[in-house]
């Protein structure tokens, strides 16, 4: 995945799930709460959504740099994504990472870079070590 990335968009790139359209929560009840002091335009700028993404470190330290000038967000990746709009960051949407929760199936999950939902750290050692038996007979 990270060596389709050419050389020359090191400086400006994420990739991660792509969220785009999406909307500021207006419901006062809601744990996602955004007032319009906070954040007053009708959309959030497309963002990685949090959890796993890649960027080369070029681009992290341009990031960086941006985020020094963005007020600030409490939600950690809209406040990325913001930056990444100032700075015109290519985001590409990649389907392997799961900010969901996404069933364990040994043979599913080939693919998958991440995905949300193990709680169960014993559950998450025994998918990893199925992936890694299946990569080492595979090598074989």
Do not use: C
């Not at 959890?51 to 941006?66: C, D, H, I, K, T």
């Amino acid at each position: 995945m990270l060596k389709t990335i050419k050389p020359t968009e090191f400086s400006n790139i994420i990739v991660g799930y792509v969220w785009n359209n999406a909307m500021p929560f207006r419901i006062k009840d809601s744990k996602w709460y955004v007032s319009l002091d906070e954040y007053p335009y009708r959309f959030f700028p497309p963002y990685v959504t949090a959890g796993s993404f890649f960027l080369p470190m070029m681009s992290a330290e341009r990031l960086y740099v941006a985020m020094q000038y963005t007020k600030i967000i409490r939600f950690d990746d809209v406040f990325l994504g913001i930056a990444a709009w100032k700075l015109k960051t290519q985001l590409v949407h990649n389907p392997n990472l799961y900010f969901y929760y996404f069933p364990y199936d040994v043979f599913k999950y080939r693919k998958v870079v991440a995905a949300h939902g193990f709680d169960d750290q014993e559950f998450l050692y025994k998918a990893w070590k199925e992936q890694s038996e299946l990569d080492v007979n595979n090598a074989t």
